[in-house]
C-alpha cells in the first residue's frame, strides 16, 4: 500500500498497525522504502518519455518567472525535504526532473521528509489509542 502514490503511508502505516497487527518499527522500516518506489518510477519513466522528442519540446517552452525561480534553485533541501511529505515523493521528482535536477541531489531529502511523515504517523498509530482511553 505503501508504494500508491494516492494516499501511500497515510494509509498503509494505520492498515498495517490496527489491522494486520505488525509492530511499529516494522512498519516504519518497511514503509519508507517502498515510499521511495514513487520516486523511482517517476524517475525511469521521465528518462523514458524524455526519448520522444515531443515530450522533450512541451517541456522545452519558455516558462512563467515564476516557475523559472522554482526551478533555478535547482533542489534545494529544506523545501524538498518538507514538500515530499505534503505533495508526495513522486510529484516532488517529477518536478525536479521538470527542473532538471538528477535524483541523486534530491534522494536525501525526499528520505528523510518521507521517515519524519512515517514516524510521526506509526507514533500517532501507537500513542493516539493509548491516550484517547484515558
Avoid: H
Amino acid at each position: 500500500m505503501a508504494i500508491n502514490p494516492i494516499g501511500g503511508l497515510l494509509i498503509a502505516i494505520p492498515f498495517a498497525i490496527f489491522k494486520l497487527g505488525y509492530p511499529a518499527w516494522l512498519t516504519l522500516l518497511v514503509g519508507v522504502p517502498c515510499t521511495y518506489v514513487q520516486v523511482l518510477v517517476v524517475d525511469l519513466g521521465w528518462g523514458q518519455l524524455n526519448r520522444w522528442t515531443r515530450w522533450r519540446k512541451m517541456f522545452e517552452r519558455p516558462r512563467s518567472p515564476r516557475i523559472q525561480r522554482l526551478v533555478s534553485s535547482g533542489g534545494a533541501f529544506w523545501p524538498t525535504l518538507l514538500l515530499a511529505p505534503f505533495i508526495g515523493p513522486w510529484m516532488v521528482m517529477a518536478f525536479m526532473r521538470y527542473a532538471r535536477v538528477p535524483q541523486r541531489r534530491v534522494a536525501a531529502p525526499i528520505l528523510i521528509g518521507m521517515t519524519c511523515q512515517a514516524a510521526v504517523l506509526v507514533a500517532v498509530c501507537v500513542y493516539a489509542p493509548q491516550l484517547l482511553r484515558k
